[in-house]
Structure formats: C-alpha cells, structure tokens
T-cell receptor, first 111, second 114 residues
C-alpha cells in the first residue's frame, strides 16, 4: 500500500471549515483514499473514502486532485467534538484486508 | 450502522498472568477481524489478521505464542496476552470487515500490567 504524508497537527476555529491535507504521491491506479479519525481513547471511526471523484457525505467532503497524488478532507463546520487525530490511508480495493495507519493529523478545534 | 464491541473495556492484571480480550461483531458476520495495539501518543499498529476457522496471520515482529488469537465463529475473535509484562500495557483495538467490505472498529481495551 502507498504511504501517506500528513501534517502533524492543525488548529481550527469552531464553526469554520477544517481542511486536512494528505499527500500520497506513490498511489496506484487501483488504490482508494480512506479517511478515519480517532477521538481520544476510542476506536477509529470511518469518515469517507474515494477513488478518483470528489465525495461528500454527512460528515465530510473529500477532494482528490486530478493526478490523485494528494487529497483534502474538509469538515465544513468544525465543532469541538471534531477534535481528534485524522488518518489518511490508501489501500487497494474496497474489500482489501489490511488498514495500515500512519501518524495522522491531530486536529484541535478551539472555541 | 454496524457495531463492533470489545470486552473488557479496561483490565488490570499482574505480571505473569494471562488476559483474554473479546471482539464481537454485533449485527453482521465478520469473515476477517484485525487486532491492533496503540501505545500512548502513537498510531495504531497492526498486530495480526484473524480469519474465521483458520490460523491468524501475524505481522512481522509480533510474537504469535505471546498473543494468541482465536476466531472460532463469524462474530467472535479473541486475543489472549499470555504471561503479560508491564511492557504489554497498551490500548488494544479490534476491527471487523462485513460482507460488503465495510471496516468497523471496536472501542478498544486498555490493558495495564502491574
């Protein structure tokens, strides 16, 4: 699976959009981009995933560049409860086995 | 949505004893389950892949005789930490894959070995 690079930490004001970048320059054509988050002392929570097209669900939007070498997770209106570590993971196919976690981005939402 | 539970949520044991952690998929059958551990302020580290009815596949550097994994049914996998030592103190998290390929994580079990 391709490796990802994320900033170590980011801050965001409550109510503003949080834009979390991820670089995956070695991604292969059949690898998806997945985002999970982990709130302190809990298990990871699935957020969103995509292959080529931008995706949106009730939690977030995922913007993937045309060359697929990077992506951005957007939380449109961050709340204090969005404070967590966000992990960007790339892997082959929807049903593939392993999820390998990198170091992630620690997002701190402040009042 | 799909739910994965773990039991216990936290456990304290004495050095040299064994501890069993259960992972259950509550509303779906999980052909594959995964075990991770996480040390403070670190990321999740995959320990092993557990397939129902077969032996687990361990990641490099994980001692299979120390971390016994059993996946006896499609809804239950267990991780037993044998002869636990203080350095085994960690947050253990399981994950399960549903038939549609969705991946769900348990809430984690915090193990403290004294």
């Amino acid at each position: 699976d391709a490796k990802t690079t994320q900033p170590t930490s980011m801050d965001c004001a409550e109510g503003r959009a949080a834009n979390l970048p991820c670089n995956h320059s070695t991604i292969s054509g059949n690898e998806y981009v997945y985002w999970y988050r982990q709130i302190h002392s809990q298990g990871p929570q699935y957020i969103i995933h995509g292959l080529k097209n931008n995706e949106t669900n009730e939690m977030a939007s995922l913007i993937i560049t045309e060359d697929r070498k990077s992506s951005t997770l957007i939380l449109p209106h961050a709340t204090l409860r969005d404070t967590a570590v966000y992990y960007c993971i790339v892997r082959v196919g929807v049903n593939t086995d392993k999820l390998i976690f990198g170091t992630g981005t620690r997002l701190q939402v402040f009042p | 949505g799909a739910v994965v539970s773990q039991h216990p949520s936290w456990v304290i044991c004495k050095s040299g004893t064994s501890v069993k952690i259960e992972c259950r998929s509550l509303d779906f059958q999980a052909t594959t389950m995964f075990w991770y551990r996480q040390f403070p302020k670190q990321s999740l580290m995959l320990m092993a892949t557990s397939n129902e009815g077969s032996k687990a596949t361990y990641e490099q550097g994980v001692e299979k005789d120390k971390f016994l994994i059993n996946h006896a049914s499609l809804t239950l996998s267990t991780l037993t930490v044998t002869s636990a030592h203080p350095e085994d103190s960690s947050f253990y998290i399981c994950s399960a894959t549903d038939p549609q390929g969705g991946r769900y994580f348990g809430p984690g079990t915090r193990l403290t070995v004294t």
